[in-house]
């Protein structure tokens, strides 16, 4: 029969009872026989995670040189050893082609450790029962149908139904994203439910928190929701980020640039008479001059260095291009548990009988007020508090540590919650203990849903009168007690008092805290052993206390900055609907409707494109919802980050523009998903990097804009030169010098340039927008045509005077010398560079000089002088390339001062 369900995802299992399930995977309670089990493992395969085939090393650096711009500088290389045989000048532009391919093959082969981390999830051993017996056997072993024997601390080896359930919670974090513990049972589920809800499965990877069980496997490997994860990760392709589809379209304008001059060029050169030599010349000179080598160097570089700057802002990058795609970024779709909330459960308000109570502060940290009527109380003269606050600390199984300033929590979320605030009264776990040591418990499960403890009113033994704390589900505590304890008197509890509890307990509810009721019974004498009977029917109610996981401060800053910078925030969770609203509108993100995923998968892909600009929250989510959000943000156009830390966002992370992981809470499998990881899990480290983001995508601009200003100016000039028939004014060992050496050294600091604004007050640009815009591109051809014509016309005045070489030596010092000159145009677009202040950026000042002394070295160093074709020349000619350099710097500073906005078209 287990071979006729082989395909066992088809079956709904948490709506089948445990019989039932049994019966479908043709088992029993005691287990597989060893030879049905290996039977099976032939069947359905070992329990494992499988792995897609890595790409070879050596196919990564091959895809390095398919690039148009690649090709065109390696026929340069070919024409340049062969034809031309000058094997200096094609060694050099070889070189150039190698260091960008090694720069991008080391990024890319840093290849995705998301598989590892995963399989890391699976369980080295497990126990199971076979042939009625508990053995320990390798968790690969496992098959559909065995019998697996669950126990506290735990990881459990398969996707499994529960058949027997004691006191059992399981830590289902990595999956749901929720940090608080599930408590399991073993009765069917009717209807649909999400993983968040399926209380009687349980799943491969999860650990067991407390109590212990038995559970029928159904399925293993690939085939559980980890392994279908897994498949997911695999299959997702992280898409192209705005940086690389930009940096691949400004290549292939290039490369038809290149090959449209180079073409004219030659065309002209053989109308003019050109032998063939000089037409390969011409032709190597003109790709050499038009293609910017130095581009993929400096993005590299000014994206490393973006790199060092997140990190201090607590995001550390861990894909390059992430540090650029953030300041594309539209939405931010965020978990909330530990991003936008502290992840640190807080009890937040008690209800004695007539009397609410707010409590200040938030998370672990004991420290906070009580507020009654928004005033001050002393705890230590109220007593019907202090004995809430004593039954929230005794009725507890977790500690609460605290190293310095950092607390630590050692159990439940919801019961370091009641710890903290028992703390904040001045009541101490231990001395309590010690005062009222505990004699016997009834656990909390799923079905009493209530806890109970016995203690001894002193320290003189278990034959005095005991006291019965008892904390639970609001409705069944309610339903044991006999009286109510109001302002210290005893009195019974009548159904209009109940009724005041309930409506109290709908309120406290419907403000998203969870609602616990807190009571006591005192024992003549102490039981030998604590049974329900001795809590039925004969607790006093002390109150309710309402518990929620409070929204970080920070969290509602960061939203509101968000919202002025246009981005649209998206809250995602496994928590529920009430839960979530309540957090969005604390937080101000409260403009658009809920949704839970129950809900999702009743409408289509298409009906959901069409309601997702609406919606700003997802509640009760599952991994597959958040695919499916991803994708229809997209399809609307929106550049999506996504935050994750569970094992269930790592396809997200991979499928979103970029991926955010949590460095704190989150899995190996998120982390190495990602493009990001937040060191302190906080959404305002999120909202800082986007800022980042798009000063790091400016200064991009600033520096692709100064490097083809030099190739366009470069081009203009040789077919200024061919056009008027004299001889090239440089040749093109010395353009990859200006490309390389001189743009280069300043380039990089133009990457660092502070920002100028604040660029949160300004609207996202849109994704379609490239680096270069129709402005700069304007702005591009008025600066390479003033280069172009000064540095032809002084090559012109120098050529009969001084020669050949002279002439050349000065046309090429002065192109380097308009470089620097650029080099301080570029820092602004609009901006005067005194209003920015000359060394306000002191890197691009360093930059300039040590360009100006290796420029000394190429014109008076001799063994340069025979590899770059100069010679040397005097202070004349200098005082000429400088008059004429600066001349750049004065037309674009008038022009800033008469209309700066000239070249502003296409911007934004």
Not at 152 to 161: E, Q, S
Not at 302 to 312: N, Q
Not at 569 to 597: C, P, R
Request: contains cysteine; hydrophobic residues 45%; charged residues 20%.
């Amino acid at each position: 029969m287990a071979q006729e369900n082989r395909n066992n995802s088809q079956v709904t299992w948490h709506n089948l009872s445990a019989e039932e399930a049994l019966k479908v995977l043709d088992s029993s309670r005691s287990g597989l026989t060893e030879k049905e089990a290996q039977k099976r493992l032939g069947t359905f395969g070992r329990n494992e995670l499988t792995e897609k085939a890595k790409r070879p090393a050596i196919l990564i650096f091959l895809r390095q040189f398919a690039s148009p711009l690649i090709y065109i500088l390696l026929a340069a290389v070919m024409v340049e050893f062969f034809i031309i045989q000058k094997p200096t000048d094609a060694l050099v532009i070889l070189a150039v082609v190698l260091i960008n391919s090694i720069i991008g093959f080391i990024q890319e082969s840093k290849a995705e450790q998301a598989m590892e981390a995963l399989k890391r999830l699976a369980v080295p051993q497990a126990k199971i029962l076979r042939d009625g017996e508990v053995i320990q056997s390798p968790a690969s072993n496992i098959v559909p149908g065995d019998v697996i024997v669950l126990e506290a601390g735990d990881k459990i080896p398969a996707d499994a139904r529960l058949i027997k359930a004691a006191g059992m919670s399981v830590d289902e974090s990595i999956l749901t994203g929720e940090s608080v513990p599930v408590e399991k049972f073993t009765a069917l589920i009717e209807g649909k439910a999400t993983i968040a809800d399926m209380e009687n499965m349980v799943h491969l990877g999860c650990a067991v928190v407390n109590g212990s069980g038995l559970a029928i496997v159904t399925a293993t490997g690939m085939n559980t929701e980890i392994g279908k994860i897994t498949s997911q990760v695999q299959e997702t392709k992280p898409p192209p980020t705005p940086l690389q589809k930009n940096v691949s379209k400004l290549g292939r304008y290039i490369a038809f640039l290149v090959l449209g001059v180079v073409s004219a060029l030659i065309i002209i050169g053989i109308i003019k008479g050109y032998g063939v030599e000089d037409l390969f010349t011409l032709a190597i000179a003109a790709a050499v001059s038009a293609i910017p080598e130095g581009l993929p160097v400096m993005v590299t570089v000014v994206l490393a260095l973006g790199m060092r700057r997140m990190a201090k802002k607590n995001a550390l990058i861990r894909k390059l291009m992430a540090v650029e795609t953030m300041g594309a970024v539209t939405v931010i779709c965020s978990d909330k548990t530990g991003t936008l909330t502290k992840s640190e459960m807080t009890l937040r308000q008690i209800y004695l009988p007539g009397r609410t109570i707010d409590i200040t502060g938030a998370g672990y940290h004991p420290q906070g007020e009580f507020l009654e009527n928004e005033q001050v109380i002393d705890t230590s003269k109220d007593d019907n508090l202090l004995l809430a606050l004593k039954i929230s600390t005794l009725c507890n199984d977790s500690s609460l540590k605290i190293d310095g300033d950092t607390p630590s929590l050692i159990g439940d979320p919801t019961e370091g919650a009641l710890l903290v605030a028992g703390m904040k009264a001045g009541l101490r776990q231990k001395t309590l203990q010690e005062k009222q040591p505990r004699l016997a418990e009834l656990p909390f499960t799923s079905e009493k849903r209530y806890m109970a403890t016995l203690h001894s009113c002193d320290n003189t033994g278990d034959n005095k009168k005991a006291m019965i704390y008892v904390k639970g589900s609001v409705d069944k505590v309610l339903e044991m007690c006999r009286t109510v304890s109001e302002n210290g008197d005893i009195r019974e509890l009548t159904v209009e008092k109940i009724a005041e509890f309930e409506s109290k307990n709908l309120e406290m509810a419907s403000q998203a805290l969870r609602v616990m009721a807190l009571a006591y019974v005192e024992c003549s004498a102490s039981p030998e052993e604590l049974t329900h009977d001795h809590i039925d029917g004969k607790l006093t109610l002390v109150g309710l206390v309402g518990i929620i996981d409070p929204a970080r401060p920070e969290a509602k800053r960061a939203v509101a900055d968000c919202k002025q910078a246009g981005i649209k925030v998206v809250m995602i969770t496994g928590d529920q609907k009430a839960t979530a609203e309540a957090i969005a509108k604390e937080i101000g993100l409260h403009n658009g409707s809920a949704i839970t995923g129950l809900e999702l998968d009743n409408i289509s892909d298409e009906e959901l494109g069409k309601r997702i600009d609406s919606i700003s929250v997802f509640a009760r989510v599952e991994p597959l919802h958040k695919l499916r959000i991803v994708k229809a943000l997209k399809s609307k156009g929106y550049v999506v980050a996504m935050t994750g830390d569970g094992v269930n966002d790592g396809p997200a992370l991979r499928s979103a523009d970029i991926g955010i992981a949590m460095g704190i809470k989150g899995t190996d499998v998120a982390r190495e998903a990602s493009d990001m990881v937040l060191t302190d899990d906080n959404f305002a480290s999120i909202v800082a990097a986007v800022e980042e983001g798009r000063v790091m995508f400016s200064n991009i601009r600033r520096s692709v804009f100064y490097l083809l200003s030099t190739n366009i100016g470069e081009i203009l000039l040789w077919i200024v030169s061919i056009l008027a028939g004299v001889p090239l004014p440089v040749v093109a060992v010395q353009i990859l010098w200006i490309n390389l050496v001189t743009d280069g050294i300043c380039t990089i600091p133009l990457g660092l340039e502070p920002k100028h604004s604040n660029v949160l007050k300004e609207p996202p640009r849109h994704s379609g927008k490239g680096i270069v815009y129709q402005g700069m591109f304007s702005r591009i051809v008025f600066i390479a045509l003033f280069m172009a014509m000064g540095t032809f016309f002084i090559f012109n005045w120098e050529l009969p005077r001084a020669g050949l070489d002279e002439a050349r030596t000065i046309a090429f010092c002065l192109l380097c010398a308009f470089q620097w000159v650029n080099a301080l145009n570029a820092r602004s677009d609009q901006q005067s560079i005194f209003n920015l202040g000359i060394f306000s950026n002191r890197l691009l000042i360093s930059g300039i000089a040590l360009a100006i002394l290796l420029q000394m070295l190429v014109v008076y160093a001799p063994p340069l002088q025979s590899l770059f074709y100069t010679v040397p020349i005097g202070l004349e000619a200098w005082g000429i390339i400088i008059a004429v350099a600066f001349g750049l710097l004065l037309v674009e500073e008038i022009r800033k001062r008469i209309a700066p906005q000239l070249f502003n078209k296409g911007k934004s």
